[in-house]
């Protein structure tokens, strides 16, 4: 296995402009994650919603989902499926 040069680790952890790129880095990394996991969870809660659509909690989450990753239209038609006395949270 190669190893990293000493030189280049020294010059790493003194740059502070390293510093700033690799905290960059981290948030785009951490970001990307959030929007993958968003992703998935809003594939499986719509399975869920498919197989339950009347479930409020369900629509809840699914609009709260679809308003998380952008999707306003969906949102709104969803909410809209509830009825006025459903209680359902919305992860806004």
Same mark, same amino acid.
């Given at each position: 296995m190669k190893?990293?040069?000493e030189s280049r680790m020294r010059e790493i952890r003194t740059s502070g402009s390293m510093r700033g790129e690799l905290a960059a $880095?981290?948030?785009?990394s =951490?970001? $990307?994650?959030?929007?993958?996991l968003c992703?998935?969870?809003f594939a499986?809660? =719509?399975h869920l919603y498919a197989f339950a659509p009347m479930i409020?909690?369900?629509i809840g989450l699914l609009a709260g989902l679809a308003k998380r990753l952008g999707d306003t239209r969906?949102?709104?038609? $969803?909410?809209q499926t509830l009825q006025p006395s459903g209680a =359902?949270?919305?992860?806004a």
């Open positions: 190893r990293f040069p $880095l981290t948030v785009s =951490a970001l $990307l994650l959030y929007r993958i992703v998935q969870s499986v809660t =719509a409020s909690s369900v969906r949102t709104e038609e $969803l909410l =359902a949270f919305v992860l």
